[in-house]
């Protein structure tokens, strides 16, 4: 079956929303990077802080369903740009703002552009990338691992709070402005796919499909797995194994270097194999037992073997936790149940319940554990191996299955119908 042919402005809408990824994230992990400057700057403790440095993955929960339910019903462009000024004015409230309060607003309205932006990802790649849109999810979260780096190596060298806040705000405000310009809800000479009904519709379409929600639970709790994972490495380091904090901290960052190649080229591969569904179970359970190695091997002994050959498996660990993620995103697209028409709405589902697992899961391990680094590592891991059911519990969805054929054969003869 021949594939659809793809339009070249494809490429530009990947920068945009790389663009916009990239920044949102680089922003929100400034505060993390300044972290030195700001608890002092707002008299705030490691809570407050956690507090702030948290605040735009709330502001997720709130807007993922609605905004991707009216992504389906008025196109991503409009959605995400009424988005973007609201985070464009977060951004200036940052930078201009005093008290703790006006930036735990500012945080709040920062995180409502990438909040839009993820809702309709599913939306705008299966859009312009069709059938390869896990290529484009590849390079979509390679660009949000890249801005966590380069928050942590430019925000230090800006130096003072005012002058990162006020740059950033600047850049946002730009990017914004190309996202109104050049972004383009479908190719020229193709119609966007708009759910009929209205938006609540589209919703109770997308909620009755049982394997948007088992993607959506794969997905939290990978999300939550991963995430608890990383935020423990430097303390169990520091605290288990008696490294200085520099060191911890170059070893634990090497996970995010390889989390950022395997979100490159998972997808590419995805395409390759054709097959997603055991290329997702293997790489889950080798990157299980990856980190399985460094609680059971590193921390529970409370030493380090040698330096670098931690800092090579966790690069090998962040590579196969992430080889899966584009995979995963690009999911519900190719269910025939959701398609572009109920892209937005999946999509929001799917945020949503990974943002509500990433918070509940790892709050719930650290009560059981209570301090307990090595069980809650362990935990941990167990977590992200057993996230594979859930995931064996949806049909093959990849190029050479049989329903990717099924579908292809339907939207050829529509198209032909058509003309």
Do not use: H
Request: hydrophobic fraction near 55%.
């Amino acid at each position: 079956m021949d594939q659809p042919k793809l339009s070249s402005y494809r490429w530009v809408i990947l920068v945009l929303v790389c663009l916009v990824c990239f920044l949102s994230n680089f922003m929100q992990y400034q505060v993390s990077a300044l972290a030195v400057y700001i608890m002092p700057m707002f008299s705030i403790d490691e809570a407050g802080f956690s507090m702030l440095m948290l605040m735009p993955m709330l502001t997720a929960v709130f807007l993922s369903i609605p905004m991707g339910m009216l992504g389906d019903r008025i196109g991503p462009k409009k959605v995400v740009a009424s988005c973007m000024v609201v985070a464009i004015l977060g951004g200036f409230l940052r930078t201009f703002g005093s008290g703790f309060p006006a930036q735990m607003l500012s945080m709040f309205m920062l995180g409502a552009g990438i909040s839009a932006l993820n809702a309709n990802l599913i939306k705008i790649f299966g859009t312009w990338f069709k059938n390869k849109a896990q290529l484009a999810m590849g390079f979509f979260y390679a660009s949000s691992s890249l801005g966590v780096v380069a928050a942590n190596i430019i925000a230090p060298m800006i130096g003072d709070v005012f002058s990162n806040y006020l740059a950033s705000a600047i850049a946002l405000t730009i990017v914004g402005a190309l996202w109104l310009a050049a972004l383009r809800d479908a190719p020229k000479g193709e119609a966007l796919a708009i759910s009929e009904g209205g938006s609540w519709a589209a919703f109770k379409v997308a909620a009755k499909s049982k394997n948007v929600w088992l993607i959506g639970l794969n997905y939290g709790l990978c999300l939550a797995a991963v995430t608890a994972f990383a935020s423990l490495t430097p303390q169990v380091l520091v605290l288990q194994c008696g490294l200085d904090p520099v060191t911890a901290g170059t070893i634990a960052s090497a996970a995010a270097i390889g989390s950022l190649l395997g979100e490159l080229i998972g997808g590419g591969i995805g395409i390759k194999l054709g097959k997603w569904r055991p290329f997702i179970v293997v790489t889950v359970l080798i990157g299980a037992l990856l980190m399985t190695y460094f609680w059971a091997g590193v921390v529970m002994p409370g030493k380090v073997p040698s330096v670098g050959l931690l800092i090579g498996i966790q690069v090998l660990a962040g590579a196969f936790g992430a080889l899966k993620g584009p995979l995963v995103q690009a999911m519900p697209y190719a269910l025939p149940e959701i398609r572009g028409k109920y892209a937005g709405s999946a999509g929001g589902i799917i945020g949503t319940i990974g943002l509500l697992c990433s918070y509940a899961i790892p709050v719930s391990v650290s009560a059981i554990t209570v301090g307990n680094y090595t069980m809650n590592l362990a935990l941990e891991t167990l977590i992200f191996a057993l996230s594979c059911i859930f995931i064996l519990m949806v049909p093959e969805l990849g190029p050479k299955s049989k329903i990717a054929a099924e579908i292809a054969a339907r939207e050829a003869a529509q198209s032909d119908s058509v003309e």
